[in-house]
């Protein structure tokens, strides 16, 4: 429970804008040490906490890297720690656009979730079913899912996985319909993700030269390598990344990523 409690207070960190969050894993990281369970199955648990917050922060190469060397696929496998893990490894997989890897795990999910009755489990994992559904312009299915999530949500008083989805989800539920578009749960959930009818564009719309630049960082390419990649010269990156700062309103590429991704700009 310790272990789950320092991968949530991660989670919440980060959507405070705190810089802890490295220290918040670290200590994690000691603690397991200390007490000689790293190697039982907790360190694991710790490194997928680690793997979402790269993703979060927008360094999809290593959240990747993760999903790639977890063992986690291709035999899904559910246990007391893999079961937390792989809601995480959805989430990559979804960003690499790996959706029937995604749905496979999801489809087996659901099953022991609902048996057992874990409806604060089964909030995120419909949840991730409507953003599955919503990446394969599933609409239909994506709001069916969705609000499958906001009534065990709504039972549960849960926010936190909603909330953590950020603008990317706010469009989506400004589609659901009554009456449970009219539930205080829901009303709350739209005001804590801003305006769900404001436009997702920016005031100074990225050019497509600085999306293909913003593609490529997110990916893990370096200013020089992204040169490379579109043949164009080192200082022209370094410039159109001054730019992406500018008209996303952060001060770094890291934030710059995020934010592209919370305004739907990357997967």
């Known amino acids: 429970m310790l272990a789950v409690a320092y991968g949530r207070l991660v989670q919440i960190q980060h959507q405070l804008g705190d810089s802890a969050t490295a220290a918040t894993l670290a200590e994690a990281d000691a ?37 790639d060397q977890s063992d986690l696929l291709p ?5 007391s720690i893999s079961e937390l893990l792989y809601p995480i490894l959805v989430r990559i997989l979804l960003a690499n656009g790996r959706f029937a890897a995604a749905q496979t795990i999801l489809d087996a999910l659901v099953k022991p979730m609902g048996i057992r009755q ?17 990446g394969q312009n599933r609409e239909t299915a994506a709001l069916a899912e969705l609000e499958r999530a906001l009534t065990f949500g709504e039972a549960q008083g849960a926010l936190f996985h909603f909330v953590d989805e950020g603008p990317r989800l706010a469009a989506l539920l400004a589609q659901v319909q009554e009456p449970l578009a009219s539930s205080p749960f829901v009303k709350h959930l739209r005001q804590l993700l801003g305006s769900p009818f404001a436009s997702s564009a920016l ?28 043949v164009i010269a ?24 995020a934010q592209a991704r919370d305004l739907g700009l990357l997967p």
């Open 31 to 67: 603690w397991l040490a200390q007490m000689r369970l790293h190697d039982l199955g907790f360190g694991r648990l710790i490194a997928g906490y680690r793997a979402w917050l790269a993703l979060r922060q927008g360094n999809l190469l290593a959240a990747t890297q993760w999903a």
């Open 75 to 79: 035999d899904i496998q559910l246990n």
């Open 234 to 257: 080192l200082p022209t990156v370094k410039k159109h990344m001054s730019n992406i700062f500018v008209k996303l309103d952060t001060a770094n590429r890291t934030q710059a990523i």
């Open 203 to 230: 005031p100074d719309a990225l050019s497509e030269r600085e999306l293909e630049v913003l593609r490529l960082a997110a990916a893990g390419a370096t200013n020089r390598e992204i040169a490379a990649r579109l």
């Open 118 to 134: 874990w409806h604060g489990q089964l909030v995120e994992i419909h949840l991730l079913q409507a953003l599955l559904h919503n």
